[in-house]
């Protein structure tokens, strides 16, 4: 049973990167969907990123999923992870106000508008395993990891490998064959 679960949620993943098309619809519908759609990849994130055994606190420890700044996700995130196991792990999502409140959290939605705190947030997350993810167009270019983008009406995925490797973090081919690679030297 667990082995078709994750195929089915693999397939999910496939799906709606090719085609996740989200057409003509009012805007406040074209949001919402844009961020359940956005949920489902966070959720699908932990089973093509790996984390070292470093980053978790036991082998029982919760893989926590967090939001710094506003939450763009409302309940979708919630419903998309409820009951789900990765790895043996449950899945936790945590809302954070400010940086110094997150301690252990795997991966990081950051939604800050603020450059300054931006970029206060990637300091303090240097040398953790946390895989950053926004969808601010400079998201990349300040140090994320993962950017979420819309290109012809569907959400698409930028990654900077550099620095995911700098946080020790291993992406799946699979997810790779799928998604734009930034390389800072080559798009700045």
């Known amino acids: 049973m667990q082995i078709i679960r994750k ?13 996740g098309n989200i057409l003509f619809v009012p805007a406040q ?73 997150v301690d252990r959290c795997h991966i990081l939605f950051i939604n800050l508008p603020d ?16 895989l950053t993810v926004g969808d601010d167009p400079d998201f990349l270019q300040r140090g994320g990891m993962m950017k979420f983008f819309t290109k012809d009406n569907k959400v698409q995925i930028q990654v900077n490998l550099e620095a995911t490797q700098a946080a020790n973090l291993t992406v799946s081919s699979k997810l790779l064959r799928l998604v734009q690679i930034f390389t800072p030297s080559k798009n700045m």
Do not use: C, H
Request: proline share 4%; hydrophobic share 45%.
């Open 115 to 130: 450059a300054k705190k931006f970029n206060d947030v990637i300091t303090n997350l240097k040398g953790r395993n946390v």
């Open 7 to 19: 195929t089915l949620r693999i397939w999910f993943v496939v799906l709606l990167l090719l085609f």
């Open 29 to 101: 519908t074209y949001n919402a969907r844009e961020y359940q759609i956005k949920a489902a990849f966070l959720f699908n994130f932990t089973q093509f990123v790996n984390w070292p055994p470093t980053a978790f606190v036991s082998d029982q420890s919760p893989l926590i999923i967090g939001i710094l700044g506003k939450d763009p996700f409302g309940s979708y995130l919630d419903e998309t992870v409820v009951g789900e196991k990765i790895n043996g792990r449950s899945l936790i999502i945590q809302r954070y106000k400010s940086i110094e409140e």
